[in-house]
């Protein structure tokens, strides 16, 4: 049996952001709201429409294109409504904007 592991200095996620998505996307599926398989189908749909249009960076281009993935399934399957998480995005952008640096970001509420 062999093992493949990262090179030395490399990680699997630039932000922390990616990895909380990735877990999130993981633990969702496990939870029933989507099988793996429909994950993996609708993700590289998201990933072809995306590059059609140019080419994709491979790392930027490839997370975005997983929220976009993660957002549609959500909202597909009644889950979480696309007009209710922009809605949600909207607070935490205002949230993030108008709070001090070093502070903790709250939504008012």
């Given at each position: ?68 993935t993660l957002e549609h399934l959500l909202d597909g399957s009644g889950w979480a409504a696309r007009d209710e998480a ?24």
């Amino acid at each position: 049996m062999t093992t493949e592991t990262a090179p030395t200095g490399t990680a699997p996620f630039d932000e922390p952001w990616q990895a909380q998505l990735f877990a999130l996307t993981v633990a969702l599926s496990e939870a029933g709201h989507f099988s793996w398989p429909a994950w993996t189908e609708a993700f590289g749909a998201v990933l072809k429409d995306h590059g059609a249009a140019r080419p994709l960076d491979g790392q930027g281009d490839y997370w975005n294109a997983w929220l976009v993935t993660l957002e549609h399934l959500l909202d597909g399957s009644g889950w979480a409504a696309r007009d209710e998480a922009e809605q949600v995005r909207a607070l935490w952008e205002d949230a993030y904007l108008s709070t001090p640096h070093g502070k903790p970001v709250r939504i008012a509420g």
